[in-house]
């Protein structure tokens, strides 16, 4: 198992979790969906529960990631792929932006 408590995670809410993981996958020479399907299995083996995971290379790629990952998967987003996959949303589908801010927008 791989010892996560080095790291300080951000709190997303009761079911999500932040955690940058760069420095152990470079650590560790491991491919970082190679990481997430390793860690999936583990929390899957430990606690009988799918997870999902999202990868990118700032918080809001990761987060966009996540959403394309559910349920139950693995998504990463690149910096490249950024423009591509923000075309394909609704302002709503925005990490942080919920219904009453797109109303109170428009």
């Given at each position: 198992?791989?010892?996560?408590?080095?790291?300080?995670?951000?709190?997303?809410?009761?079911?999500?979790?932040?955690?940058?993981?760069?420095?152990?996958?470079?650590?560790?020479?491991?491919?970082?969906?190679?990481?997430?399907?390793?860690?999936?299995?583990?929390?899957?083996?430990?606690?009988?529960?799918?997870?999902?995971?999202?990868?990118?290379?700032?918080?809001?790629?990761?987060?966009?990631?996540?959403?394309?990952?559910?349920?139950?998967?693995?998504?990463?987003l690149r910096q490249d792929q950024a423009e591509q996959?923000?075309?394909?949303?609704?302002?709503?589908?925005l990490p942080g932006v919920g219904r009453n801010t797109?109303?109170?927008?428009?």
């Amino acid at each position: 198992p791989f010892n996560l408590s080095i790291f300080v995670p951000k709190a997303v809410s009761c079911d999500e979790l932040l955690v940058d993981l760069s420095r152990l996958c470079k650590e560790l020479s491991m491919d970082p969906l190679m990481f997430a399907s390793r860690v999936r299995s583990e929390v899957e083996a430990v606690t009988n529960c799918s997870c999902s995971v999202g990868l990118g290379s700032n918080l809001l790629l990761a987060r966009l990631a996540l959403k394309l990952a559910k349920p139950a998967g693995q998504a990463m987003l690149r910096q490249d792929q950024a423009e591509q996959a923000l075309e394909k949303l609704e302002v709503v589908e925005l990490p942080g932006v919920g219904r009453n801010t797109v109303a109170r927008s428009v």
